[in-house]
């Protein structure tokens, strides 16, 4: 047993790692600069301070698809962080890039996430000019609200871990998140919807489970060799076409029979009222918003916004039941 100090971890990576790997010891670096740390790279320094951030702890109690779910076994957004982790190193580790950097972005590419999934980000968008989105708002988290100095390619990841955004990611790294979010979430998300009788197993799409198996297991371990064996013919984080092909008819079959299904109508108009009751309350009660979300160069309702978004679905639904629900002295 010796001691490893940072020089030699970063020598490992100049030793070890694909030339298309980005290393640590050539980050951009940060917006503020500081000593280096004497055991560990900036890349595993950026991902210790995202795990011991309050912004990542939020995650276990924010959704991911079922609205505030009562199960044990049903995703949230915070496993479901942890499993898009898990790929995302899966397939770093298997195409010689940074296992940490990826492993960093994908711990913080949902904490700009609003209470109630993708269905706050349309609550918030008609507050905002163009959209609300969750992966800019996960940048002013980790760069504002809770500031953790993170790297620059920390934060490029995030920026850009949604397949809309564009400019794309700078790194490799960030496009392992893109594809490993994408990979994670249709696995679960059929488990899930399997589990809650939103769908049956003769329902899923004959393609998806010819292309990738029975099983959960299956699934990812197909997405993820889909994805390094193209890259690697191809020298950049690709999947081949035929498997992309299945996973879009895949996202779509999910988009149509799942996540804007019929019966979720009543619950997620439900969800937008409330994150809405809360901003406008928010945005004209300033002295009510805590003085953590109170960022000097942020008017009233980005204040608000700021705060409403960074809430869990059971916070904001204590909120709003303590705010609006009538009483007998009403």
């Excluded at 496993?79 to 960093?104: I, S, Y």
């Excluded at 969750?134 to 934060?155: D, F, I, T, Y």
């Excluded at 399997?194 to 099983?215: C, K, M, S, Y």
């Amino acid at each position: 047993m010796h001691v490893v100090l940072r020089p030699e971890r970063e020598q490992r990576e100049q030793d070890t790692l694909s030339p298309a790997a980005t290393l640590a010891a050539e980050s951009r670096g940060r917006s503020s600069d500081e000593p280096h740390d004497e055991f560990r790279t900036a890349f595993q320094r950026d991902r210790d301070r995202i795990v011991h951030s309050k912004a990542f702890r939020r995650l276990k109690h924010k959704t991911q698809v079922f609205l505030n779910p009562e199960g044990d076994h049903y995703v949230t957004r915070l496993t479901h962080t942890m499993q898009v982790t898990q790929v995302g190193r899966a397939m770093a580790a298997g195409l010689g890039l940074n296992e940490d950097l990826t492993e960093a972005i994908c711990l913080a590419h949902d904490v700009g996430h609003s209470p109630f999934g993708h269905t706050g980000e349309d609550a918030l968008t008609p507050y905002v000019d163009g959209e609300w989105l969750h992966s800019a708002q996960g940048v002013r988290v980790l760069s504002v609200l809770e500031p953790l100095n993170l790297s620059w390619e920390v934060l490029d990841g995030v920026r850009a871990h949604s397949w809309k955004i564009d400019p794309p990611p700078n790194t490799p790294e960030g496009y392992l998140c893109r594809f490993a979010d994408r990979i994670a979430y249709l696995t679960h998300d059929v488990s899930d919807a399997l589990r809650a009788d939103v769908l049956r197993f003769d329902e899923i799409p004959p393609t998806a489970l010819a292309r990738f198996g029975h099983t959960s297991r299956e699934w990812i371990g197909s997405m993820v060799g889909a994805v390094v064996d193209a890259s690697v013919e191809a020298g950049e984080v690709v999947m081949d076409d035929p498997t992309l092909e299945v996973m879009h008819e895949l996202r779509d079959f999910m988009f149509t029979n799942v996540y804007l299904r019929a019966d979720a109508d009543r619950q997620k108009d439900r969800a937008i009222k409330v994150i809405r009751d809360l901003t406008d309350w928010f945005h004209h009660r300033p002295d009510e918003v805590p003085d953590s979300y109170k960022v000097d160069d942020a008017d009233d309702l980005t204040r608000a916004i700021d705060y409403v978004s960074g809430m869990t679905d059971r916070f904001a639904l204590a909120a709003h039941d303590a705010l609006f629900r009538p009483t007998l002295f009403d």
